[in-house]
């Protein structure tokens, strides 16, 4: 299992661009989140999805898209980059107990490395 | 609103030099604690997932405990590999309309000198 994997791993936007960033798991997890890091402040929750064909705001939604178009896929778009968007995003996947999973566990792939000058 | 604050923030250890690393958590109903660790460049890969207090959980070096306040994360003889830094979340109670997201502390890092 490749587990959580995202792509790309480094991107550099000019402010206005736009831009989507792809994650996909091969777990079969029914969750899907999107979080970025910055220095300082801690991992934060940007959207996430609880199955197919569904997605809902985090805490930090602003300025940002999301799709899931398929179980195994979850997109994270960026319509107009602002140089505040600069940072570290990660994904990561999940199967709760609440919905026939084993662990609440988190598993998060290795990161997307974005500056927008 | 749900917190969590580790302490302390950096923390240097000579090689076998044991140690605790503290998370405090404040939030509306536990679900459950989880430990990271992360190494520079890369995602936080999973240790431990504690869910109730007392639990207790081990992996070579590293052994995780909870209460109802706070967890510790005890490093006994620790190695030079050790060096990461550790994140510690904490996921609350499921209410209407809430999700599953995790509440991140802003980690403590490790090193460990030779």
């Known amino acids: 299992n490749a587990g959580v994997t995202q792509t790309p791993k480094f991107r550099v936007l000019k402010t206005g661009q736009s831009m989507t960033l792809l994650c996909a798991q091969d777990?079969?997890?029914?969750?899907m989140y999107w979080y970025r890091q910055d220095p300082g402040m801690g991992l934060r929750l940007i959207h996430y999805?609880?199955?197919?064909?569904?997605?809902a705001k985090g805490e930090v939604p602003d300025g940002y898209n999301v799709s899931r178009l398929k179980k195994q896929n979850f997109l994270l778009g960026l319509e107009s980059a602002a140089p505040s968007q600069t940072s570290v995003y990660f994904c990561?996947?999940?199967?709760?107990?609440?919905?026939?999973?084993?662990?609440?566990?988190?598993?998060f792939g290795p990161g997307t490395r974005l500056t927008v000058l | 609103e749900d917190q969590v604050t580790q302490s302390p923030e950096a923390l240097r250890l000579q090689e076998g030099e044991s140690s605790s690393l503290n998370c405090s958590y404040t939030?509306?109903?536990?679900?459950?604690l989880f430990w990271y660790r992360q190494d520079p460049g890369k995602g936080p890969e999973f240790l431990f997932t504690?869910?109730?207090a007392g639990e207790e959980k081990e992996k070579e070096r590293l052994k995780a405990t909870l209460t109802k306040k706070e967890s510790f994360l005890h490093i006994t003889a620790p190695k030079p590999e050790d060096s990461a830094t550790y994140l510690c979340?904490?996921?609350?109670?499921?209410?209407?309309?809430?999700?599953?997201?995790?509440?991140f502390g802003k980690g403590t890092k490790l090193t460990v000198n030779p």
């Open positions: 504690l869910y109730s």
């Open positions: 979340a904490v996921q609350a109670t499921l209410t209407q309309g809430g999700s599953e997201k995790l509440v």
């Open positions: 990561a996947s999940s199967y709760p107990r609440d919905f026939g999973g084993p662990t609440d566990t988190q598993y």
């Open positions: 939030v509306s109903g536990l679900r459950g």
């Open positions: 999805s609880v199955g197919e064909g569904t997605t």
């Open positions: 777990m079969n997890h029914e969750y």
